[in-house]
């Protein structure tokens, strides 16, 4: 698989350049992931931290599933990874967990993200509310957020991929 990321448009209207840079960031994730063994995407960083590439794509699944499910349109989708027992779940796996698994969760919450944005308006409040405020969010500040979300954690995924094998670059 080779991922073919696709930088967004720089003239576009607010919507698209919102989407376009969220669907490169994702990409961009995945291209961090890719040639590696499941064995290497489960390599950590440094110790004590269990972070991994194969842990922040799990964890990346449940951020799609939360945001775009739970919070934008409330239907009360359970966790994928994590419980009350383990919160950071996500983060911790398996000999069972594989990329295969791990990437094929991710990309169904991708899918269901954008189905479940597509016919909102930017400033079409969310059904779900905040856990602090109990105000909603509007589709724009949960795009920019998943922006930022992804933004961050790639840069995590240079420095876990540069462990892993050297690899450095966008």
């Known amino acids: 698989m080779t991922t073919q990321r696709t930088e967004p448009a720089q003239n576009a209207d607010e919507r698209t350049m919102l989407e376009g840079w969220l669907d490169y960031h994702r990409q961009t ?15 950590a960083s440094v110790p004590p931290s269990e972070l991994s590439l194969l842990g922040l794509v799990r964890h990346m699944a449940e951020v799609e599933r939360h945001w775009f499910r739970r ?16 919160p950071d779940g996500d983060f911790h796996l398996t000999e069972k ?3 295969q698994e791990a990437y094929a969760t991710w990309q169904a919450e ?19 509310r905040s856990a602090s405020t109990g105000e909603p969010f509007n589709l724009r500040w949960i795009y920019t957020h998943m922006i930022e979300e992804y933004a961050r954690h790639n840069g995590h995924a240079d420095l876990l991929r540069e462990c892993v094998d050297g690899v450095t670059g966008d």
Not at 29 to 43: P, V, Y
């Open 29 to 43: 994730l995945a291209h961090k992931c890719e040639g590696l063994t499941d064995a290497q995407l489960r390599t």
């Open 110 to 128: 991708i899918g269901i993200a954008r189905r479940n944005a597509a016919e909102l308006r930017l400033d079409e409040l969310s059904r779900g």
């Open 71 to 86: 919070v934008l349109v409330d239907d009360g989708a359970a966790p994928i990874h994590y419980d009350d027992e383990d």
């Open 97 to 99: 967990d594989t990329w």
